[in-house]
């Protein structure tokens, strides 16, 4: 089976523009097709197949902001960018504000840095095609998807194939004090069996591992970023959201100890799995805070679990904004599935026993007052997975006691 290659459309005025993008682009493995005009445009996308529109902000017949917000209504799944030396201009700011427009590329662009933008743009385009086009819409009223938090790409790239520079790694997480404290307390919780007290970051980081201390620090660089501009959202509580997610860690990292009692991979994957499960969340209250709220408030109105408000509400649900999210950082396949299917583990076809863990911590954690987050309606947890992991009335106060245990030890 062959797959279309990926079409992008330029508008522009200005022959010689398109002329240099043409041989700038000749050998890469896109379909550019190349417009002067506005109507030349929308004649174009009403018969072909195009995943991504880049146009200057003044076309020969149509200002730039009417011409993506007409393909905003009419295609919604079409990635929209501008190509402009007038960074400043009203129409550009008004489009970005209003999500018309996605990003923009300066003239005279620099050759590399142009490609790269495309070349991110259309991995956005390919992961929409997943999703409906009530996502696709909704995705595209961002005006920029966020990108990775640099801290943990700077702690990734001191990993290289199986080889881990512990030094460096050290190094780089001591100079930001919050994180540091952050996986102390962690390094030193029971939770991790530590006997001896853990007090340098080169031990915290051998006591934790890499894998949960990568995800510890993307877990707060994103936090730290979208709470700084978190609006006021009514029934979503941002130091709840984050005391839920660690208890759900923990409660995770604890259920899939009884499947697999000496499987430390198994362990910190759905430690992880536990922290990032509400990604999601965090994306709906930065993105779309007034739809999230008005969800929350339908939820707890009608007595509906909030991922069927959210449907009703905007068209997708938390876990599928959150997974899209997951994947466009490319963020290991288990990270994505857990933040995917925790509502529903039984659709994940990899991963199942640390997705079903981080499902069933989940429904745990709200059991035990760890959290709202929105969802005013709890569910029970299922009678297969209260067998898979040997859950009884004695079995949960063991685990509410483990967890309440941790959870108050960060707190200190």
């Not at 209003?98 to 495309?118: A, M, N, S, T």
């Not at 997610?245 to 499947?259: E, F, G, P, W, Y």
Request: charged fraction near 20%.
């Amino acid at each position: 089976m062959t797959h279309a290659r990926p079409a992008i459309l330029f508008v522009d005025h200005e022959q010689d523009t398109l002329q240099r993008l043409r041989q700038l682009l000749q050998g890469e493995a896109w379909e550019c097709h190349f417009v002067s005009s506005a109507a030349e445009a929308m004649k174009y996308l009403q018969k072909h197949r195009v995943d991504m529109v880049v146009s200057d902000t003044q076309t020969a017949d149509m200002d730039g902001h009417q011409l993506f917000a007409e393909i905003h209504k009419l295609y919604p799944g079409i990635v929209r960018i501008y190509l402009s030396s007038y960074a400043n201009q009203d129409n550009v700011i008004k489009a970005l504000a209003e999500g018309y427009c996605q990003q923009i590329i300066p003239k005279p662009w620099i050759d590399q840095e142009l490609k790269e933008i495309l070349r991110s743009a259309i991995r956005q385009s390919h992961q929409q095609k997943k999703h409906s086009l009530a996502f696709q819409a909704l995705i595209n009223s961002i005006p920029l998807l966020p990108a990775l938090p640099e801290s943990y790409s700077n702690v990734r790239a001191c990993i290289v194939g199986d080889e881990v520079n512990i030094e460096k790694m050290a190094d780089y997480i001591s100079q930001d004090v919050a994180i540091s404290s952050i996986l102390l307390h962690w390094a030193n919780s029971a939770l991790f069996g530590q006997r001896f007290q853990v007090d340098t970051i080169k031990k915290a980081i051998i006591v934790l591992g890499t894998d949960i201390v990568e995800n510890l620090i993307l877990s707060e660089s994103v936090n730290r970023t979208i709470a700084a501009k978190l609006p006021e959202i009514k029934g979503f509580d941002f130091g709840q959201f984050k005391k839920h997610s660690m208890a759900t860690a923990v409660l995770s990292r604890l259920l899939i100890k009884s499947l697999h009692p000496t499987d430390f991979v198994h362990h910190d994957r759905a430690f992880v799995a536990g922290l990032l499960h509400d990604l999601g969340k965090l994306a709906a209250a930065s993105f779309f805070p007034m739809q999230f709220e008005t969800a929350i408030e339908f939820a707890k109105n009608r007595k509906l679990p909030l991922t069927e408000a959210e449907m009703a509400t905007y068209g997708t649900q938390h876990a599928e904004l959150g997974g899209f999210l997951a994947e466009w950082w490319a963020l290991p396949p288990f990270i994505v599935n857990a933040i995917c299917w925790h509502h529903q583990p039984h659709l994940t076809s990899i991963d199942q026993d640390v997705v079903a863990a981080a499902h069933v911590a989940n429904l745990l954690s709200y059991q035990f007052h760890y959290g709202s987050n929105g969802d005013t309606c709890l569910r029970g947890i299922a009678d297969n997975y209260r067998e898979k992991f040997y859950l009884s009335e004695e079995a949960n106060e063991i685990l509410r006691a483990k967890t309440d245990q941790t959870i108050s030890a960060l707190a200190q």
